[in-house]
């Protein structure tokens, strides 16, 4: 074996032995919440036009694009009536935390989708809202759970490390999206 092949042979088993070390770490590094082989439902109430919207999102292990299509226009701009697709994503993070609560509660939905013009004036309103909002983008959602204190729905959230989370307790609402993990 010449000199070259023996230096290659070395860098492999080396890589092997780290990748071998690494892989129970990494193992342990929490995943966003994926689809599984049930059927999920997720139950709204929208706090601004007061419709109700109870659905299977996931049936079988898959999307049904229907109530997607429904939970889009449910999830729209309330101000403009703009629909826009949402992540679903987030309605796997939102089904996540019930599971991890213990709990059927109805999700209060204070904001999801917001159209730029809407998150432009929002934004000339207060200093708390973004100007690349995720909620332009159809990955967040401002939310309660009927029942359950927004502190434990947002300790719920942080824990699972799927989303940015962030608490308005003078509002009673927590925000929850599908970027990366951080919060506020």
Request: net charge positive.
């Amino acid at each position: 074996m010449d000199r070259r092949s023996f230096l290659a042979l070395g860098a492999k088993a080396a890589a092997g032995i780290l990748v071998a070390h690494a892989a129970p770490a990494l193992a342990a590094v929490p995943t966003r919440p994926r689809a599984d082989k049930g059927t999920r439902n997720l139950a709204f109430y929208h706090t601004h036009t007061r419709e109700c919207l109870d659905i299977n999102y996931l049936r079988n292990g898959k999307y049904d694009f229907k109530a997607l299509q429904q939970i889009n226009k449910y999830l729209r701009d309330f101000r403009t009536s703009e629909v826009y697709p949402i992540d679903p994503e987030i309605l796997n993070i939102l089904w996540t935390i019930q599971q991890e609560i213990g709990c059927r509660s109805t999700y209060e939905i204070i904001s999801a989708y917001r159209s730029p013009q809407t998150n432009q004036k929002l934004r000339g309103n207060s200093d708390g809202v973004a100007k690349r909002s995720l909620h332009m983008q159809g990955q967040a959602v401002d939310i309660r759970l009927t029942g359950k204190n927004t502190r434990m729905v947002r300790d719920c959230a942080v824990a699972l490390e799927a989303g940015g989370v962030g608490y308005y307790a003078a509002s009673d609402f927590v925000h929850i999206d599908t970027g990366k993990f951080r919060t506020w």
